[in-house]
């Protein structure tokens, strides 16, 4: 499948200044994927990405923001999902293309599908009362262990993985789309946000 191309190496620089966290970027010149439908998400000059759609949490499963063949992904995921706001389906069109763009940058099917799943648990966080305080605990600096609620975020992430890769590894965004909303409603119990039904709702 292709999964569409980057405009080339994104050119940053790291923000340092009071009142930013560690992880900010400033991109320095326009920077853009064009996913396989010919759609450009583009990241401008000036804008500042720090990777957090992914729970801090689970970054010690999935891996940390500007690591691995994700980097440029999680720029052009970043700008998306800070222009698509409170709009949950703006948001899952985000997420979709960070499938495509982590392919496009050399994840594997599984590498992929595991940081799918990982901006969909940071999509759905606020809306599932058991994960909101494990969001809420960002940021709170070096500590020695982490919180019961961070603990059990970081179970669900992994039983919802199992269960999405329980049928197999697939390519394609909007089967694991479909099989990743059946396992946030059947281990949270929370709705899909956008109003989207479950396939097992819809008789499939």
Not at 87 to 113: E, I, L, P, Y
Not at 148 to 173: C, I, K, W, Y
Request: proline share 4%; charged share 30%.
């Amino acid at each position: 499948m292709n999964h569409g191309e980057f405009s080339g190496d994104p050119a940053a620089v790291w923000l340092a200044a009071d009142g930013t966290e560690d992880r900010d970027m400033e991109l320095l010149e326009k920077f853009d994927f064009k996913d396989p439908s010919g759609k450009k998400w583009v990241a401008s000059k000036g804008d500042v990405v720090n990777g957090a759609s992914i729970p801090r949490v689970l970054w010690t499963l999935i891996g940390s923001p500007y690591t691995g063949d994700y980097r440029r992904a999680s720029i052009v995921h970043d700008v998306a999902c800070g222009e698509a706001g409170d709009d949950k389906k703006k948001r899952r069109a985000a997420d979709r293309m960070f499938f495509h763009a982590c392919r496009a940058g050399g994840c594997s099917v599984w590498q992929a599908t595991l940081l799918y799943i990982g901006v969909r648990v940071g999509a759905a966080a606020p809306d599932v009362p058991s994960w909101q305080a494990a969001v809420a605990a960002e940021g709170t600096g070096p500590r020695i262990r982490q919180t019961a609620d961070e603990l059990r975020l970081q179970q669900d992430f992994q039983t919802l993985s199992d269960r999405v890769l329980a049928a197999g590894e697939t390519d394609d965004p909007a089967e694991l789309e479909l099989r990743t909303d059946d396992g946030l409603l059947s281990i949270t119990g929370t709705a899909v946000p956008d109003g989207r039904k479950s396939r097992s709702r819809r008789g499939a």
